[in-house]
T-cell receptor, first 113, second 113 residues
Framework: GENVEQHPSTLSVQEGDSAVIKCTYS??????FPWYKQELGKGPQLIID?????GEKKDQRIAVTLNKTAKHFSLHITETQPEDSAVYFC????????????FGAGTTVTVRA | ETGVTQTPRHLVMGMTNKKSLKCEQH?????MYWYKQSAKKPLELMFV???????ENNSVPSRFSPECPNSSHLFLHLHTLQPEDSALYLC????????????FGSGTRLTVV
């Protein structure tokens, strides 16, 4: 099955700096890569996603890049703010017609004021 | 509110008790999931229902019993649990093969004493 590895497990950044989280996946057939943000006391919420026919996608201060050859994808948060502090999960969908997502272990991001 | 509602938010139960977790979605989604989230571990997929039919049971102990009476509701029946079953139990739903993203509920924080 699909195996998703996520790094780093914790990340502390100064407010205003950028944060980058990287994930690798094992199944070259994976075609959908979402990122989720989980705040304290809440369930994970989808913040951005990318499909395998696209190399980069941006939404305001958040961007995701995908390198299919190397089988890795990254989340970039620019101009970080205290409300960006949360746990972030990457995920990959391995098979056509399969609803299941394989998740990374998560990255705890702390933005220092 | 994400559109996926889980009740109760918190539950403390003894090892001999029987309780049920409830999940409800009115997003018109066709697939529903139960995940277990323990500290310092990746999200663990427990069960998948597609169009009210169970399509996956990820080697979950029989003390966890899911039920999906219709496409909007999902239950997780619990009995004779162990302390190591204490965790956050998350319900999620997704629409279909075209719309891949999951919508998560806020979870039920379960403590087994």
């Amino acid at each position: 099955g699909e195996n998703v590895e996520q790094h780093p497990s914790t990340l502390s950044v100064q407010e205003g700096d950028s944060a980058v989280i990287k994930c690798t996946y094992s199944d070259s057939a994976s075609n959908y890569f979402p990122w989720y943000k989980q705040e304290l006391g809440k369930g994970p919420q989808l913040i951005i996603d990318i499909r395998s026919n696209v190399g980069e996608k941006k939404d305001q201060r958040i961007a995701v890049t995908l390198n299919k050859t190397a089988k890795h994808f990254s989340l970039h948060i620019t101009e970080t703010q205290p409300e960006d502090s949360a746990v972030y999960f990457c995920a990959a969908r391995p098979l056509e017609g399969d609803y299941k997502l394989s998740f990374g272990a998560g990255t705890t991001v702390t933005v220092r004021a | 509110e994400t559109g996926v509602t889980q009740t109760p938010r918190h539950l403390v139960m003894g090892m001999t008790n029987k309780k049920s977790l409830k999940c409800e979605q009115h997003l018109g989604h066709n697939a529903m999931y139960w995940y277990k989230q323990s500290a310092k571990k990746p999200l663990e997929l427990m069960f998948v229902y597609s169009l009210e039919e169970r399509v996956e049971n990820n080697s979950v102990p029989s003390r966890f019993s899911p039920e999906c009476p219709n496409s909007s509701h999902l239950f997780l029946h619990l009995h004779t649990l162990q302390p190591e079953d204490s965790a956050l139990y998350l319900c999620a739903s997704s629409q279909d093969e075209v719309n891949y993203g999951y919508t998560f509920g806020s979870g039920t924080r379960l403590t087994v004493v």
